[in-house]
Structures are given as structure tokens and as C-alpha cells.
């Protein structure tokens, strides 16, 4: 199983980006797909997780601002991210797992991050 994060980089507070999360290995669709983040110094946090039936679930810090999606025919999962504040700077990681949970050490499958600078 292998699951490529992309899409981080440098912006401005304010700004957008998109993280894309490409699944290989696994049906995408059939697994809860959920996005964490660590920033230097901190635990691992939950950003947002959509479920196999399309419903999705997002911390309090990003609902409004962030939106996660699958595209089930490019077995793919994306975290739209608006609004940039400059406490979003982190290391972004798409996981995978069977269930719903937003604990990170519950998650089976791991991709190797992407990291997202907000600047001011």
C-alpha cells in the first residue's frame, strides 16, 4: 500500500492550496481516508476524514476553511484549503484506514507528508 501526498508549499496567509492524496494498493473509496498534520513541537492532529459513504468530518480549527473529497476513479483523496492561517503551517499526511477515528495512531496506512508554510 502506498500513498503519495502532494501539493504542499510556500503561500501567504489568506491564500489556497490543494493536497492530493494518490492511493495505490487500496481502494481509496472503500477506506475511511483522513488527513493529519504535526507542526515542529506538537502531537500529530486530525484535519478532516472522509468516510466510504461520502460523509466527511473535520476539526473544529479548519471547518469552514477546508473541504476533503475523493475522486473514486482516480482512486485519489484532496484537502482544499482556504484561508491559509499562518498556525496551518505544518507537515500534512493522508492516511487510511478501515474505521472512523480521528486518533492518528489508529490509522493503518501512512503517506510521507507534504509541508504547508503559511506565511505572513
Known amino acids: 500500500v502506498q500513498l503519495q501526498a502532494s501539493g504542499g508549499g510556500l503561500v501567504q496567509a489568506g491564500d489556497s492550496l490543494r493536497l492530493s492524496c494518490a492511493a495505490s494498493?487500496?481502494?481509496?473509496?472503500?477506506?475511511?481516508m483522513g488527513w493529519f498534520r504535526q507542526a515542529p513541537g506538537k502531537e500529530r492532529e486530525f484535519v478532516a476524514a472522509?468516510?466510504?459513504?461520502?460523509?466527511?468530518a473535520y476539526a473544529d480549527s479548519v471547518k469552514g476553511r477546508f473541504t476533503i473529497s475523493r475522486d473514486n476513479a482516480k482512486n485519489t483523496v484532496y484537502l482544499q484549503m482556504n484561508s491559509l492561517k499562518l498556525e496551518d503551517t505544518a507537515v500534512y499526511y493522508c492516511?487510511?484506514?478501515?474505521?472512523?477515528?480521528?486518533?492518528?495512531?489508529?490509522?493503518?496506512?501512512w503517506g510521507q507528508g507534504t509541508q504547508v508554510t503559511v506565511s505572513s
Open positions: 492516511a487510511a484506514n478501515r474505521y472512523y477515528s480521528s486518533t492518528y495512531s489508529t490509522y493503518d496506512y
Open positions: 494498493g487500496i481502494t481509496s473509496s472503500t477506506y475511511v
Open positions: 472522509i468516510r466510504s459513504s461520502g460523509s466527511t
